[in-house]
């Protein structure tokens, strides 16, 4: 079995990495939402998403998406793509929110 591995991102502090998040750098929505993608039909309740390295504190910081986020995750990752006109992904986005609402409306019957 292949194991996919998380996306990096250096940074050179942690600074560098709260703008990355504050202005919704495209590589961090790329990371969560190719993560979501990648693991629809998965059990696992956790999974490791990014990994970002701080160089300046020599620190790795994992970065986990809680499967019960996966929609919420989804949904605020689908302006950005809008942003800068990722039609197709948006595309991609808006299916699995679908396919994942319709998770849980089957489990609530």
């Known amino acids: 079995m292949k194991v996919k ?3 990096e991102i ?3 502090d942690s600074e560098e990495f709260e703008k990355l998040v504050s202005e919704r750098d495209i590589r961090i929505s790329n990371a969560l939402v190719d993560t979501v993608l990648k693991n629809l039909k998965g059990r696992k309740r956790h999974i490791h998403a990014l990994s970002i390295l701080v160089e300046q504190e020599q620190t790795v910081y994992d970065i986990t998406i809680d499967r ?3 929609i919420s995750t989804l ?3 689908l302006p950005i793509y809008e942003e800068i006109e990722e039609y197709e992904k948006c595309a991609e986005v808006v299916k699995a929110i679908e396919f994942l609402k319709s998770k849980v409306k089957k489990r609530e019957v």
Do not use: L, Q, R
């Open 68 to 70: 019960n986020e996966f």
């Open 10 to 12: 250096s940074v050179f």
């Open 5 to 7: 591995m998380a996306k």
């Open 75 to 77: 949904e605020m990752s």
